[in-house]
């Protein structure tokens, strides 16, 4: 399916690992020329040179700390017009309400939450005055999922879902689409030090965490492409209509009401 997105410019944030290296590579391959966001230069450099070499288009990166103050507008002034944002850096601590202190669930919220918030504050009125654009935010199912053990996160991707479907229910009449991604387990870092971490917790052996892993349908979490096709699909013109929504892929855990 030809999705037309071949020229189109593209910031990438929290672009140097997980889904977001994955949909750096996907958009590369489509043609798209990407702006890349995250806190290692030096992962961002040896993406960008495997994605320039395989698919000739022009990448820039940008080696920032989106959690400080003035940051999304330094990034938003160094990329200029752009065709799509994806927000996706940023990981909420897991933990109940005591293990997650003030700091490690502001520090969170920083980047994510307000991470978000702020890029999208900046880059928007961008978007409009040039004639539209698409903005997509990588959630996750735990705002779906209202999980004791994931307060921080869980609240945090509430909001941000809140935040999503309110920005796109109008965005249309400024010719910009505003979706979100909810993803389930994926099958990066971050995935299997949560399961580590509860089966610490739940069965007093961290070694016992693919015991947890059985859980899941198909018994893995999803592979990075099945996030990233279905965001550059959303990117693309052939899902010209779609705004103010989500869009879970987590297996139908979601539906299960367990985030595992």
Known sequence: ?????????????????????????????????????????DRLEAIKSEIVSSNGVEVTIHAMDLSLP???????????????????AGVIPSGNLWDVDEKKWRDGWELKVLGYINLTREIYPRMKARGGGVIINNIGNGGEVFDPDYVAGTTGNASLMAFTRAMGGHSLDDNIRVVGVNPG??????????????????????????????????????????????????????????SGTIFTVDGGIASRRSVI
Not at 74 to 86: C, H, M, S, T, Y
Request: a neutral charge.
């Open 1 to 41: 399916m030809e999705l037309g997105l071949q020229g189109k410019t593209v910031l990438i944030t929290g672009a140097s690992q997980g889904i977001g290296e994955g949909l750096a590579r996907s958009f590369g391959e489509e043609g798209c020329h990407l702006h890349l966001a995250a806190r290692s230069g």
């Open 70 to 88: 003035g940051a999304a507008a330094k990034l938003a002034a160094e990329v200029g017009d752009i065709d799509v944002l994806v927000n996706n």
């Open 185 to 242: 387990p994926v099958d990066t870092d971050r995935i299997y030090n949560m399961l580590k971490k509860r089966a610490r917790h739940w069965l007093g052996d961290e070694g016992r965490y693919t015991e947890l892993q059985e859980r899941y349908p198909l018994k893995r979490p999803a592979h990075v492409h099945e996030i990233a096709d279905l965001i550059v699909f959303l990117a693309s013109y052939r899902s010209g209509y779609t």
